[in-house]
């Protein structure tokens, strides 16, 4: 035999032996993995999404990541101002009145020291309390967000590949089916799903 039969030869027995192994590797679906739908919404949030091409929900996720930083930023800012004026106006230095800005303006420091100590030294203590909340629960809802976002990333994911096809239906049927105390039969439904 000459070189050029047997590596045709050779070409043709591999050809035969290889293509129903690549026809079966191409016809096979990829398979889409929650792990990794997780894992990239872990990464950076959204990146699941979009490796689930749910592109419509990562505006989402990043506008209630934006609206709880806004939320942390406003009220830890509050909560510093609300803090900083009480401190000082329980030490009552003269040196330091942020206070000052809390005063109302037809009262003098010295009306409240005198009548209305309790109740300015209660309000201060209560927006500070109060501001302290809401930034913490913020920073519960930003953990949340992160949260959910990788668990609908898994969800998403573990549905990719589900499959409705429009002849799905569910027939209710009239069943007759013995009964083991009588062996009469007895009149039922039956819930017969098509695929």
């Known amino acids: 035999m000459t070189d050029r039969l047997k590596s045709g030869l050779l070409s043709l027995i591999l050809l035969a032996t290889t293509s129903p192994l690549l026809a079966q590797i191409e016809q096979s679906e990829p398979t889409h993995s929650p792990h990794k739908a997780s894992f990239y919404s872990a990464i950076l949030p959204g990146l699941g999404q979009a490796y689930n091409k749910k ?14 930083v806004y939320a942390i930023s ?61 930034r913490d629960l913020s920073y519960i809802g930003m953990i949340a967000l992160y949260g959910l976002q ?13 499959d409705i096809s429009d002849d799905l239906s569910l027939q ?10 009588s062996h009469l039969p007895a009149v039922g439904f039956r819930l017969n799903l098509r695929l």
């Open 150 to 162: 990788i668990m609908d990333a898994a969800v998403d994911a573990h549905f990719f590949n589900f």
């Open 55 to 68: 592109f419509v929900k990562i505006p989402i996720i990043y506008a209630g990541a934006g609206a709880l």
């Open 74 to 134: 406003f009220n830890g800012k509050y909560f510093q101002k609300y803090r900083s004026a009480y401190r000082d106006w329980l030490i009552n230095d003269p040196g330091n009145k942020s206070y000052e800005e809390f005063i109302p303006a037809t009262m003098t420091e010295e009306q409240i020291r005198k009548e209305h100590n309790d109740w300015f030294e209660n309000a201060l203590l209560s927006k500070k309390q109060y501001y302290r909340r809401y």
């Open 172 to 181: 209710l049927a009239p069943n007759l089916a013995e009964t083991p105390q």
